[in-house]
């Protein structure tokens, strides 16, 4: 009898790892008849869609998570401060017939060293920019490394770093890159409610992105907006950025930008939220300002669904996809060429159209799930 495969998330949060992972499940689960359960290490928007397609596990539940936070925060204590747990759940997996675990990003190595008392191989697939690795210390990498057995990177450029900086042989390392589940795209709103304060017919500039606001660039989306306000201010251009929480320094820190720039009402903040491809689908075209992006699957999302993509030379793999046809590649922080771009889709409808219609092209032969799916599991098949 097959042995069941334990997925392992870092959390169940609507960015990009965790969605590729919903999708992968849902992909194996009508095509394959391979038995799989998941743990979450943290809650999200996205743990009741992962407990409808199978067994889900919240490792440290949501109330106990807080009250660890402050208490090891209060001992001036951080690192693996949920251990104990993740060894808890590792002894209740022991008869569990688990022949395969399937870490879902490189943050997880404090798991995979509790996981490893189930002596079977572990893939770990790689979503994150060397910037996110540093973030999560040394010691994480070393454990990944201890005990990953292959590594599925999701571009060319992940796969570079990990073999680069990391040390890791290349032939471990399997590229499988992003998918969309183009059925999804049939569903998808066209009159979702905007905020306050975009007129109708407004030009609107998209970004997307959680995570660190230094990373995702959301300073430099404040920056490009301003620059167009300044440049422009007859133009009725509006930036609506997508995702992110709307608590802490950074965010504070991002909202006193927006009102000491006098762009309150250029620039509009959407907290996390369960639909953001409908947000995508009123846009006019997508930026993609991240300082750097093992991928940029918000971008993939938004091409399928007709937006002309702006990105960064060198910061992402999503050039490999614009290349000539489907936006503009622009050199790394030049805000003012991005800008020039943005003015000319705004003055160009129909290259616009051009350009998003070829973007909308190009991810249904490139990214449908259709080849994502049979790609990951010809990896998983090399150990069940």
Request: proline share 5%; charged share 20%; net charge positive.
């Amino acid at each position: 009898m097959q042995k069941k495969i334990l997925f392992v998330s870092h959390y169940a949060g609507r960015s990009g790892a965790p969605s590729v992972l919903l999708q992968v499940q849902q992909w194996l689960k009508e095509h394959t008849g391979i038995a799989f359960e998941t743990v979450m290490l943290a809650g999200g928007g996205l743990l009741n869609d992962f407990r409808n397609i199978g067994k889900t596990t919240l490792c440290v539940p949501d109330k106990l998570d807080r009250y660890m936070k402050r208490a090891f925060v209060l001992c001036g204590l951080r690192a693996d401060e949920y251990s104990s747990c993740y060894a808890r759940f590792a002894r209740r997996m022991i008869e569990a017939d688990i022949g395969l675990v399937y870490a879902n990003t490189i943050a997880n190595g404090t798991m995979l060293a509790a996981l490893s008392r189930l002596r079977c191989p572990v893939i770990c697939h790689v979503h994150e920019p060397e910037s996110l690795i540093r973030s999560y210390g040394p010691q994480n990498m070393t454990l990944i490394k201890q005990h990953t057995t292959q590594y599925i990177a999701v571009s060319e450029k992940t796969k570079k770093n990990l073999v680069k900086t990391h040390g890791i042989p290349p032939d471990k390392i399997e590229v499988v890159c992003p998918d969309i589940n183009i059925k999804f795209l049939e569903g998808i709103c066209d009159k979702v409610q905007l905020p306050p304060g975009i007129p109708k017919g407004a030009f609107i500039v998209c970004g997307s992105g959680q995570g660190p606001n230094w990373v995702k660039g959301k300073d430099l989306f404040i920056q490009l907006a301003y620059g167009i306000a300044r440049d422009y201010p007859d133009m009725p251009i509006h930036f609506l950025w997508i995702g992110g929480g709307n608590e802490g320094i950074d965010d504070y820190l991002i909202n006193h930008d927006i009102a000491s720039a006098g762009l309150s009402g250029r620039v509009h903040i959407v907290p996390d939220v369960s639909n953001p491809l409908d947000y995508f689908n009123r846009c006019d075209v997508f930026v993609l300002v991240s300082r750097e992006e093992s991928f940029g699957l918000a971008s993939l999302e938004a091409a399928a669904l007709g937006k002309p993509v702006i990105c960064f030379e060198g910061a992402s793999a999503v050039p490999e996809f614009v290349e000539q046809d489907a936006g503009y590649i622009i050199p790394y922080l030049d805000l003012s060429a991005m800008a020039e771009s943005i003015i000319r889709l705004a003055l160009q409808p129909e290259l616009k159209k051009r350009l998003g219609a070829r973007a909308a092209e190009k991810v249904r032969q490139r990214y449908d799930s259709a080849a994502a799916g049979p790609a990951i599991l010809r990896v998983i098949k090399q150990f069940i």
